[in-house]
T-cell receptor
Framework: DAKTTQPPSMDCAEGRAANLPCNHS???????VYWYRQIHSQGPQYIIH???NNETNEMASLIITEDRKSSTLILPHATLRDTAVYYC?????????????FGKGTKLTVNP | NAGVTQTPKFQVLKTGQSMTLQCAQD?????MSWYRQDPGMGLRLIHY???????DQGEVPNGYNVSRSTTEDFPLRLLSAAPSQTSVYFC????????????FGQGTRLTVV
């Protein structure tokens, strides 16, 4: 079973920030938090990951609470093309693509 | 840079037929994996490989076979297709180190009738 809890769906207005929450209360000290998204049944796309510190890249920001039991993915200016299912995944640092356990994610709908 | 390439994109099989789903990556990644995705569900791991010549089972391996003779290729074989194997199949690859993103192919949509 996935070790994360996400709301099944969220809505956001185009141009506004989308804040997607994720609970991972059983996370271990060596587990990373990853975010992927899947647009309309395409292959999942990597967005961002972090261990302890907040992270930012050209796509999004990742805010991890100090106790690491929850995190928030922020899309600063959502567009219609950001409509997708967003997956929050925790996994141990070692290894690669086989360590991803996907839950049902959050269906984000960006409205015009 | 092609990334992860899956072929075919669509396939219809009859029950009992066998076939191979192809996956190739050009990023020299050590790790490769196969996932399946059923409607309304997340991806589930079928088989994975940590390098050429090394494979292991994932969460749902029954009815599937894999081999890894080269770093680039990781084919998935359906030995005797069943309707329960109707799904979308994704191949992924990544480097073998922590904090590494995985790259996914665009998927193969398989229907078994």
């Amino acid at each position: 079973d996935a070790k994360t809890t996400q709301p099944p769906s969220m809505d956001c207005a185009e141009g506004r920030a989308a804040n997607l929450p994720c609970n991972h209360s059983t996370i271990s000290g060596n587990e990373y938090v990853y975010w992927y998204r899947q647009i309309h049944s395409q292959g999942p796309q990597y967005i961002i990951h972090g261990l302890k510190n907040n992270e930012t890249n050209e796509m999004a920001s990742l805010i991890i609470t100090e106790d690491r039991k929850s995190s928030t993915l922020i899309l600063p200016h959502a567009t219609l093309r950001d409509t997708a299912v967003y997956y929050c995944i925790v996994r141990v640092g070692e290894g690669g693509s086989e360590k991803l356990v996907f839950g049902k994610g959050t269906k984000l709908t960006v409205n015009p | 840079n092609a990334g992860v390439t899956q072929t075919p994109k669509f396939q219809v099989l009859k029950t009992g037929q066998s076939m191979t789903l192809q996956c190739a990556q050009d990023m020299n990644h050590e790790y490769m994996s196969w996932y399946r995705q059923d409607p309304g569900m997340g991806l589930r791991l079928i088989h994975y490989s940590v390098g050429a010549g090394i494979t292991d089972q994932g969460e749902v391996p029954n009815g599937y076979n894999v081999s890894r003779s080269t770093t680039e290729d990781f084919p998935l074989r359906l030995l005797s297709a069943a309707p329960s194997q109707t799904s979308v199949y994704f191949c992924a690859s990544s480097y073998n180190r922590g904090g590494t993103e995985a790259f996914f192919g665009q998927g193969t949509r398989l229907t078994v009738v």
